[in-house]
């Protein structure tokens, strides 16, 4: 099993150039799997419009709404 040490470790044995190569690799890359999960995330929520999931509510029914979501306890 790879651990986060294990990678380190052999990030170490690499010259400076290397691993400044590696940080702009690895950070290219969490930011295209992020990028992909928004759209997926943006392509259930227009799903969900089209098939009439939404129900209308004011501006102030959706944020008091959307505060109760960022202080559950499942957000950290």
Do not use: W
Not at 26 to 53: P, T, Y
Not at 54 to 73: D, G, H, R, V
């Amino acid at each position: 099993m790879v651990t986060l040490e294990n990678v380190l470790e052999l990030a170490n044995q690499l010259t400076d150039e290397q691993q400044e190569m590696l940080s702009e690799i690895v950070k290219k890359r969490l930011h295209e799997s992020r990028r992909k999960q928004i759209i997926q995330d943006c392509r259930e929520a227009v799903a969900e419009f089209k098939a009439g999931g939404l129900k209308p509510m004011t501006a102030q029914e959706a944020i008091t709404e959307l505060e109760l979501y960022l202080n559950s306890p499942e957000i950290e």
